[in-house]
């Protein structure tokens, strides 16, 4: 078992004796394949990186060779702990990952990690990834990725029986070709501590299971091709149970009560300020902006145009006017399209 003074007794102790960015390489019992883990992609997740470490605290030994990538430690690191999603003047490091389809960009230092992280994962050859992250609200436990083969649909189903398949150019980890099934694993609100139970119990499965691949996929909630809704980044957001005047855009403080719930047409999940809906914006997948197929104005309110499922709807403002409100699947299919 590993000595406690080596890799903290806890996993702030942990990170801070990492300092940084690290790859962590572990045998397995089946020295013949490997397993990986990316963990902290955001500073303010931790359920994943705690799961590791009492992994690596226990002294078991994986089934197979065992990579872990702990990444943003300098956030996480940043007082106080855990409270930063990226250091400040820096981008989200989840659309880092340069992709088909994204502009050669500025190199910057987080680009360059995300490409060194691609590299060593590669050169690792996984029989399978799990990038472990934490929503910004409450939220049941489910996957993302951007396939719906069976291998992927093998491992998401050791996690969760939802899974979200993407179809847009974001940059994150799970659109890197690495030849292996990438599945990232939302394990629920940052502070819910069910969520940290849940990334321990179901990552111990993944690292001891003798084999990933030789059980049919489970019955799996397929979420495909969602959209984003966002929000004007000059326009002011405000999440309250009351309409706040000096808004331009109010969502209800328990949309997230709402993630995975199926929305009938003309629900509210809010009010509008002087703009009406005009500072939301949805884009299909060809940039065409959507919205108000999807949305309309009545009185104030904020109503749903058609029948939907929502999904990683957040209440953090910051989050939302930096990255989106939530997502969702529309349940008329054209829309999307």
């Not at 405000?238 to 709402?258: G, K, L, W």
Request: hydrophobic residues 40%; contains cysteine.
């Amino acid at each position: 078992m590993p000595q406690a003074d080596a890799v903290g007794k806890n996993h702030i102790e942990f990170i801070k004796i990492l300092g940084g960015p690290t790859w962590i390489t572990i045998d397995g019992k089946d020295t013949s394949r490997q397993r990986a883990i990316v963990t902290l992609l955001h500073g303010n997740e931790p359920s994943g990186l705690k799961a590791i470490h009492q992994f690596i605290l226990s002294g078991r030994k994986p089934e197979t060779n065992l990579g872990i990538f702990v990444v943003s430690v300098n956030a996480a690191l940043l007082h106080p702990y855990f409270s930063h999603r990226y250091l400040p003047g820096e981008a989200d490091f989840n659309r880092c990952f340069k992709v088909k389809g994204f502009k050669e960009s500025r190199e910057s230092n987080q680009e360059i990690l995300a490409g060194k992280i691609s590299n060593t994962l590669k050169s690792y050859a996984p029989e399978a990834i799990i990038d472990t992250h934490n929503t910004s609200a409450h939220s049941d436990i489910f996957g993302v990725t951007v396939s719906s083969e069976k291998t992927v649909l093998q491992v998401a189903g050791l996690f969760s029986r939802k899974l979200v398949v993407l179809d847009q150019v974001l940059g994150t980890l799970i659109e890197q070709d690495l030849s292996c099934p990438i599945v990232t694993i939302e394990f629920g609100g940052f502070l819910d501590p069910k969520a940290d139970k849940l990334a321990q119990n179901t990552l111990d499965k993944f690292i001891e299971a003798s084999s990933l691949f030789r059980d049919e996929p489970k019955d799996i909630q397929l979420l495909e091709r969602p959209l984003r809704l966002e929000i004007n980044s000059t326009a002011n957001l405000h999440y309250s149970s009351s309409v706040q005047d000096e808004a331009d855009i109010t969502i209800f403080n328990t949309i997230d009560q709402m993630n995975f719930s199926k929305i009938d047409a003309n629900v509210s999940i809010g009010w509008t300020g002087n703009n009406g809906i005009n500072d939301l914006t949805v884009r299909s997948k060809d940039g065409n902006c959507i919205a108000e197929e999807l949305f309309h104005e009545s009185e104030g309110f904020i109503l749903t145009k058609i029948a939907m499922t929502i999904f990683m709807a957040t209440t953090d403002a910051y989050i939302a006017t930096n990255d989106c409100l939530m997502y969702l699947c529309p349940e008329n299919s054209d829309v999307s399209a």
